[in-house]
């Protein structure tokens, strides 16, 4: 980045710093991952220069040669992943890729029904703050208070009640598999939608570590990072059926023209997931953070659900006596990257709630396994003991950066 740093040096500090910061951290944040140094090097490349405005085949501007083969060739990658008629490639991010799909199938004012955001759903599946409740008319269902766990048949007496005309499975704090097949019946029987948002799993999908939606739902939508280990932004796929009306929901209603070099690196990061490597990244997944989710029950920790199927793991830390928002500044203190999270039937407010979110998509990507997982659970223990500690925070961060050099980051170079 010699270019970079001649031109705005204060940029280009903050970015190494970030960078040095990446690698010198372990980082729990289920949400984020590592991309590859390929995948990077598509998303800086110069088709960041292009303006596509339309479809392959179907540009208003001229000079979309080598565009339009790009983005019919991610298309052609996820199609091809994730076993689907039609995919768009095309939508900036996940919260506009959910917006589209409802632009497509809904009108103002129709019932959509998603999972409760204190119970781990997402924004755009209903929340009050979100457009989703105020463009549409939400219904919400919840987990199960003894078991934190999904109750279809409590879903599908509300789908009968609420009679909605999407019903939306997601989320981005549920520890557990969903039942797709079980999604798709009720949402035929109360002759609904069925939209799968696959965010947070699409990669587990991919590898074969997750059930795929792809048979049950009408629609599936999905971030392009997260699991996936690709560029920020975003995927529609959808039936044969649904596909014109998803196209132009995203283009000209939502969206001007794509971002061609997130394109391309989508397309990377697909070609990548479809490898016989990625596989094995997703079940290592699931097997780092089922380690996690073990050695916490063995030092007390009390996780919601009882554990994990997929790749996070959420933490009530009421009987630790200590905040998620606390108990996360410290482990950031620490070198140990989590967030705050609300947990079911939460008493706290969202901004300082009971617990905290991890994850073990990123540090999976860095070559970590389960014997990695029972280290970083004793240094989360001591952190939360001693959260007042700085004099410990700081030790424990001096550990955790001389840990994380034996382990490289994708995408990364490692400081010297």
Not at 210 to 233: E, F, M, Q
Not at 363 to 389: F, H, L, Y
Request: proline share 6%; hydrophobic share 40%.
């Amino acid at each position: 980045m010699l270019e970079l740093q001649q031109t705005d040096p204060e940029v280009f500090a903050l970015i190494e710093a970030e960078e040095r910061y990446e690698f010198e951290t372990l980082r729990l944040i289920p949400s984020e991952n590592y991309a590859s140094a390929a995948v990077i090097q598509a998303l800086g490349s110069v088709l960041t220069n292009k303006y596509s405005e339309g479809y392959a085949g179907k540009r208003y501007y001229e000079g979309q040669r080598y565009v339009d083969t790009l983005e019919e060739l991610a298309i052609a990658r996820a199609k091809s992943l994730f076993e689907v008629d039609h995919a768009n490639v095309q939508p900036y991010s996940g919260s506009p890729a959910n917006m589209a799909a409802y632009y497509a199938l809904l009108q103002p004012g129709d019932t959509i029904m998603g999972l409760s955001l204190p119970h781990g759903g997402h924004l755009t599946h209903g929340w009050d703050v979100n457009f989703s409740a105020r463009f549409y008319h939400s219904v919400q269902y919840v987990v199960d208070r003894q078991t934190h766990l999904i109750d279809y048949d409590a879903v599908r007496a509300l789908a009968k009640e609420a009679r909605p005309k999407i019903i939306v499975c997601g989320a981005t704090a549920y520890p557990r598999l969903f039942d797709f097949k079980a999604f798709g019946e009720i949402a035929k029987e109360v002759d609904a939608y069925f939209l799968a948002d696959i965010a947070h799993i699409a990669g587990l999908i991919a590898a074969g570590a997750h059930p795929s939606p792809a048979p049950y739902a009408d629609v599936i939508t999905t971030t392009t990072h997260k699991t996936l280990r690709g560029p920020r932004g975003a995927m529609i796929m959808c039936r044969g059926e649904f596909a014109q009306s998803i196209d132009r929901a995203v283009f000209p209603a939502l969206q001007g023209g794509p971002h061609d070099h997130t394109t391309a690196a989508i397309a990377v990061a697909l070609k990548e997931a479809a490898s016989p490597e990625f596989k094995e990244y997703g079940a290592q997944v699931v097997r780092n953070a089922k380690a996690l989710a073990g050695e916490l029950l063995e030092r007390g920790f009390d996780l919601v659900s009882g554990g994990t199927d997929n790749h996070l793991v959420l933490i009530d830390l009421t009987n630790k006596g200590v905040t998620g928002k606390k108990a996360s500044k410290a482990l950031d203190r620490a070198g140990i990257v989590v967030n705050a999270n609300t947990v079911p039937y939460d008493p706290r407010k969202p901004f300082s709630p009971s617990g905290i979110r991890i994850g073990s998509p990123a540090v999976t990507s860095r070559g970590m396994k389960e014997p990695e997982m029972r280290r970083i659970v004793a240094w989360m223990d001591e952190v939360i003991a001693n959260a007042d500690d700085e004099q410990a925070l700081e030790r424990i961060r001096n550990e955790v950066r001389d840990f994380c050099v034996a382990f490289p980051a994708p995408g990364i170079r490692i400081p010297s």
